[in-house]
């Protein structure tokens, strides 16, 4: 049985396949999963829904790329229907499985089996669902009551596979969610055992955002004939996410998290940190400022995972913190923003972190944080994923303040039910205070429940030029050298946030800064000065990211006569090579 949209034939689009489509619809699907797709909104089909319908892939091998959150559960699920259905175009009564989807984490396999639930519903198909963290003993019972479809992690699939609960000797489709993923997380060994416990002349679909060598490995062992289709087309950013980056002080971002938090005041927002310490730490600073955040990483338990992501739903928790494999899976249809708190290893990463929101036709903000001296690695990701960011600057608290006055006189004068109590204690209170008054002390109740914006240590990209003489309080003043300069890409942006971390002082304690070729040279007051060198010892080879091993140290006299000492002498001894602020060119793809 075959079923199809109306379609115009695929183009090739490097190495792969590409749908284009034209006027197409599911009328000729057959009527319960055209009910099903009517009564959730489907008008037509997306793209990777397109590819999989149309008359070349019918009955074939698949081997699909597609973007997060493209609509390509639906996707399989529609493509697997010709081997579940009767001619009747009714499902049989079965005892052993007729499908299998199988995903990395719990939470995927959860939400595929939602989403598969709705589209067979109608057909009366029945979902079992087998992951680990639940009851092994209720997935047995419901395995040998019979189930059309089987939706699982490796795992747990293969302990029932092991323990003779899971019979896939009638199998008729094999489905691999997000293989890549699977593969990296260590699962190899479970789906050869799995795959290789299935008929061979099943068909087998093969979902991977990216195609590593043991992606082509797995599906040449597999596959047979498999048909290539990419819907990654030359635009791969996902419409419906605005890409945003903003170049900071590294100092700054957790500051600037916290600003961005708060000027958008999302209803939900994700931040992805790069490991299971930064998750922590950052979820303990947010906690402490008075956010309702959750963390996600693979310290936590199941159960934790679980409460976690129950106060995600029900609005309790508003924003969450995750490592990328923790966040895998994860369908949140209120989150609104992604905040790139530690950048992406590359451009895959970043468009499946975005892809968490965006979803489902909503818009959604992918904003990234860019320490200054890795902005020309950024620039060149963002050039590969074929993402056009605008560069913003971060958000200060006047912003922030400018925000929440429109958010707060949008929100008090939407209008409300009120009832007789309600205008009791409203006469009550007008008898005491003034309306303004009143008004105010709402205001200022509404205001007592949001956190404080955060002043920024970089206040912009560069200095404003001072009048001519010392600034107040510069009068009397040591100059210090540091040994990077230009060719290290020593700039003002990152250097301020530099030397208030290894001096233990503020940017306002800095004098001039003069950047050469290879030394800078910067004032600090000489009351100040103590205080600072004595600072700078303690920090030296401590500071994180190499900092610790810039050498600094006082200069005799005036700035002129300390470059004329330094092109007499040379540059002073190091004990170290400095290190070079400067990004990797982007490996060719």
Not at 218 to 237: H, K
Request: proline share 7%.
């Amino acid at each position: 049985m075959h079923f199809a949209g109306r379609f115009r034939r695929f183009q090739p689009c490097s190495g792969a396949r590409t749908p284009h489509l034209v006027g197409m619809s599911f009328e000729q699907l057959p009527a319960f999963l055209a009910e099903a797709l009517s009564a959730r909104g489907y008008s037509a089909p997306t793209p990777v829904q397109a590819a999989v319908l149309e008359p070349e892939a019918a009955g074939r091998d698949l081997v699909v790329s597609a973007q997060t959150g493209s609509g390509k559960t639906v996707a399989f699920g529609l493509a697997m229907a010709p081997q579940l259905l009767q001619p009747n175009g009714e499902l049989p009564y079965v005892r052993e499985p007729l499908a299998l989807v199988i995903a990395p984490t719990r939470e995927l396999a959860l939400q595929v089996s939602r989403e598969l639930e709705w589209l067979y519903g109608k057909s009366g198909g029945r979902i079992a669902t087998c992951v680990g963290g639940m009851d092994a003993s209720k997935e047995r019972r419901a395995l040998s009551q019979g189930a059309h479809i089987i939706v699982g992690t490796p795992g747990r699939l293969r302990d029932h596979l092991e323990r003779g609960a899971l019979d896939l000797s009638n199998l008729k489709v094999a489905v691999l969610d997000e293989a890549d993923e699977m593969l990296d997380m260590g699962f190899r060994e479970d789906l050869e055992e799995i795959l290789d416990a299935t008929p061979s002349e099943r068909r087998t679909l093969l979902f991977s955002a990216t195609m590593p060598k043991p992606i082509v490995a797995l599906a040449r062992r597999y596959q047979r004939d498999a048909l290539r289709i990419s819907t990654v087309g030359e635009d791969r950013g996902h419409g419906d996410i605005a890409y945003q980056a903003i170049a900071l002080a590294p100092a700054d971002i957790e500051r600037v998290v916290v600003n961005l938090l708060r000027y958008h005041e999302a209803e939900s927002a994700m931040l992805f940190c790069a490991t299971r310490e930064n998750v922590r730490r950052l979820h303990a600073s947010l906690v402490e400022r008075g956010f309702a955040v959750v963390a996600l990483s693979g310290e936590n338990s199941q159960s934790e995972r679980n409460h976690a992501m129950q106060a995600l739903r029900d609005r309790r928790a508003r924003v969450c913190v995750a490592t990328d494999v923790a966040a895998r899976g994860i369908d949140l249809p209120t989150l609104s923003l992604v905040i790139h708190v530690e950048l992406p290893r590359d451009a895959e990463m970043l468009q499946h972190r975005s892809g968490r929101t965006g979803r489902a036709g909503k818009k959604g903000t992918a904003i990234l944080l860019v320490p200054y001296p890795r902005r020309r690695r950024v620039e060149a990701t963002l050039r590969d994923a074929r993402i056009a960011a605008e560069w913003i600057p971060a958000p200060t608290p006047e912003d922030v303040r400018r925000n929440d006055r429109e958010r707060l006189v949008a929100h008090l004068l939407e209008p409300v039910e009120v009832d007789d109590e309600d205008r009791e204690l409203a006469a009550r209170l007008l008898a005491e205070r003034s309306p303004e008054e009143i008004a105010a002390a709402l205001v200022r109740a509404h205001r007592g429940r949001m956190p404080v914006a955060e002043e920024l240590l970089d206040a912009g990209p560069a200095r404003q030029e001072r009048p001519e003489g010392p600034r107040a309080g510069f009068e009397d003043t040591i100059w210090f050298r540091m040994d990077i300069g230009r060719n290290q890409n020593a700039d003002p942006r990152w250097l301020l946030p530099l030397l208030c971390r290894r001096g233990h002082i503020t940017k306002n304690e800095i004098g001039a800064i003069r950047i050469a070729a290879s030394e800078t040279i910067f004032e600090i007051p000489r009351a100040a000065a103590g205080r600072f060198a004595d600072a700078v010892k303690r920090t030296t080879d401590l500071a994180s990211d190499g900092e610790g091993s810039v050498r600094i140290e006082a200069v005799q006299g005036s700035p002129r006569a300390a470059a004329r000492e330094n092109k007499r002498s040379g540059p002073p001894p190091m004990r170290h090579k400095p290190k070079v602020y400067k990004a990797k060119p982007a490996r060719p793809r």
